[in-house]
């Protein structure tokens, strides 16, 4: 294929149809800027929530009678588990100075009982990976079962409403893309088959003195494509400028987020998939509007 | 197999039919030689732009067998239509031309689009374009052009790819009289290249001036063929 031709045909058609073609562009641009703003909430939200999951931990109560040199062993054993991060042992001498030191000035509340009233217990913390709700019951089950532990806790419902909103704002990121990719998916058809009808004249032509079909279609779909990563890095570029002026924002404010710089934009992977996207709902929408075209050169 | 080398085009009992039920044309039987020239004769409606655009294969046979050059052009795909295609010139009556490119690159472009480098198929537009009469008109846009003008275009556009085969339809249907001779004398000096051309006209006055072999069309068929076949390189 003759590619000089293909990349003029492409530069005289972006000229020609410049404001059309921006349009596309812009209207593309704002679909991936939605997604792409999804896309940083999640990204925060997960960043968040990883932070609150160093504070998610699960309590092994161990029963009275277990000897501390089986106590020991089982600690042992515990942090062998996949899901273990950290493991700690908390002795009923130590979980009775814990508990007094967080009564404070109440803690004569505790006088008169015997200090062993409460038991020794494992404070397990899990790997960022292991955070999720079911995962954490299944660990919980697998404890329970172990001999000398007498009860498991964890704080289930955080765990489980964290992960739904996390959950949430993915399928809503998908969700909402998805109508708006579809939307920009026939923007891009149309604006390619105003490219098409300007130039039918010229493709009449190409097809009378033998071009062949693929050389017709190419400079369409390569419009079709620059269209798509130009609107994935405009997008990008606004929802930087966002993500800027949002951080100078509650750094200023210096409210409620004590720290701004904690919040994260997207990270190469996700600016790579914004721009993939942008790609792929050019060419395809090209493609789309091609497909009918040929149809009617045909018949 | 001694005729596929004779002839340049053959057609056998075609037939062409529109939907639903209009005859375009009936059991047309055809043999043109190589390097022949042929004037296809009939009044409007007869069947000449039909059967100029089976050759072409813009319309695809109802019936009936087509031969360019022995290969079988009856049923093909998009891509041996446009390998076709590169084997034959045409010229229109209306130029067709591409009024925002110059007359160099309507040539060109014809070029371009079989693999042909820009530069080279640029030199070869200015050669065919200075030949053709139109040494100081190469930059000018067709709209600028007189009638013969943009006809001498669509001719270089046509020769460009040194095609075998030359299908012009009613070519000076647009011109006047000296306009239209000076096309004829051109389409008849390609011929000496050893280019078949079939030029459908219904101007009878011209065809007798510049007439050698004639294929008359009457209603979808062949009314009369007033001349033999000739062969290659033969004298009409």
Redesign the interface.
């Known amino acids: 294929m003759p590619i000089g031709f293909v990349v003029r045909r492409v530069r005289s058609s972006l000229r020609e149809l410049l404001w059309s073609h921006m349009l596309t562009s812009a209207t593309m641009a704002m679909s991936l800027f939605v997604f792409g703003a999804f896309m940083v909430l999640q990204e925060n939200l997960q960043h968040f929530l990883t932070g609150l999951g160093d504070q998610i931990q699960v309590n092994v109560y161990l029963e009275k009678e277990l000897a501390a040199a089986d106590a020991l062993r089982l600690l042992a054993r515990i942090r062998t588990f996949p899901e273990v991060e950290r493991a700690r042992h908390v002795t009923q001498e130590q979980a009775w100075r814990d508990f007094k030191a967080a009564l404070g000035a109440q803690s004569s509340l505790l006088d008169g009982l015997p200090p062993d009233v409460l038991p020794s217990s494992f404070e397990i913390s899990l790997k960022p990976a292991f955070r999720d709700g079911p995962v954490i019951a299944q660990l919980a089950d697998r404890l329970k079962k172990e001999k000398g532990i007498a009860a498991v806790e964890y704080p289930q419902e955080w765990v489980e409403r964290l992960s739904l909103v996390v959950l949430a704002v993915q399928w809503l990121k998908w969700l909402l893309g998805g109508v708006l990719f579809l939307a920009a998916f026939f923007i891009v058809g149309s604006t390619v088959k105003l490219a098409i009808l300007a130039r039918q004249d010229e493709i009449e032509i190409m097809q009378l003195v033998g071009a062949s079909e693929e050389l017709i279609q190419a400079p369409f779909v390569l419009e079709g494509m620059i269209q798509g990563v130009a609107a994935g890095a405009f997008s990008i570029a606004c929802l930087w400028a966002l993500f800027q002026s949002l951080r100078r924002q509650l750094a200023s404010s210096g409210g409620w987020f004590a720290s701004p710089e904690q919040l994260r934009f997207l990270d190469l992977e996700s600016i790579a998939l914004l721009l993939v996207i942008g790609w792929l709902l050019g060419a395809a929408g090209s493609l789309f509007a091609l497909r009918r075209f040929v149809r009617t050169w045909k018949s | 197999m001694q005729n596929a080398l004779v002839f340049m085009i053959q057609l056998f009992h075609v037939s062409k039919t529109y939907p639903p039920k209009s005859q375009a044309l009936t059991d047309i039987n055809l043999e043109i030689g190589r390097g022949e020239i042929v004037f296809l004769a009939g009044p409007s409606g007869a069947g000449k732009t039909t059967l100029l655009k089976l050759l072409?294969r813009?319309e695809e046979p109802s019936d009936g067998r087509i031969l360019i050059d022995g290969k079988n052009i009856t049923r093909l795909n998009?891509?041996g239509i446009?390998?076709?295609?590169?084997?034959i010139g045409?010229v229109f009556q209306e130029f067709?031309l591409?009024p925002r490119l110059s007359a160099l690159e309507n040539v060109a472009?014809?070029a371009?689009?079989?693999?042909m480098?820009?530069k080279e198929s640029h030199t070869k537009a200015y050669q065919l374009l200075r030949e053709l009469g139109l040494k100081d008109r190469y930059e000018a846009k067709p709209l600028t052009l007189s009638g013969g003008e943009q006809q001498r275009v669509a001719i270089a556009?046509a020769l460009v790819?040194d095609p075998p085969i030359v299908l012009a339809d009613e070519p000076t249907g647009n011109l006047d009289p000296e306009a239209a001779d000076e096309t004829m004398k051109l389409l008849l000096k390609i011929r000496e290249k050893g280019t078949t051309i079939l030029i459908a006209s219904h101007d009878l006055e011209l065809i007798k001036r510049y007439g050698s072999r004639m294929i008359a069309l009457r209603q979808g068929r062949v009314a009369d063929d007033l001349h033999r076949v000739t062969p290659a390189g033969g004298a009409p």
């Open positions: 072409f813009a998009s891509r446009a390998r076709l295609r590169r084997e045409l067709r591409l472009l014809a371009e689009v079989v693999g480098p820009r556009r790819n």
